[in-house]
């Protein structure tokens, strides 16, 4: 059974910085990409960042540039997500998700899914 889990969101005030986490199984884990998406009420899902399967190759959304930094561990199958300097447009839901091949932005594209972790960002 495939299986990823999201963990590490929680309420931090403007500034502040979050890890978010994201457990595998089930499936190999070197073979895919992870991605981290995030999606508030009444709005589209949308990519944050994502780690290819080839180490060193990473892609960030504009708007986290130079705060968010992706990373993953093979041995653990576990990838993260480290929040700087975080601002209340950062508040959502925040999804993990994994791709066989390559990265790719669009969240039709993506295999598997994992639950959502909440983070809000207080002003």
């Known amino acids: 059974e495939v299986q990823l889990q999201a963990s590490g969101g929680g309420l931090v005030q403007a500034g502040g910085s979050l890890r978010l986490s994201c457990a595998t199984s089930g499936f190999v884990f070197d073979d895919y990409a992870i991605s981290w998406f995030r999606q508030v009420p009444g709005k589209e899902r949308e990519s944050v960042s994502c780690i290819s399967r080839v180490d060193g190759i990473w892609y960030y959304a504009d708007s986290v540039k130079g705060r968010f930094t992706i990373s993953k561990d093979n041995g653990k199958k576990t990838a993260y997500l480290q929040m700087n300097s975080l601002n209340p447009e950062d508040s959502a839901d925040y999804y993990c998700?994994?791709?066989?091949?390559?990265?790719?932005?669009?969240?039709?594209?993506?295999?598997?899914w994992g639950r959502g972790t909440l983070v809000t960002v207080s002003s």
């Open positions: 998700a994994a791709k066989i091949g390559y990265c790719h932005d669009s969240r039709y594209s993506q295999d598997y």
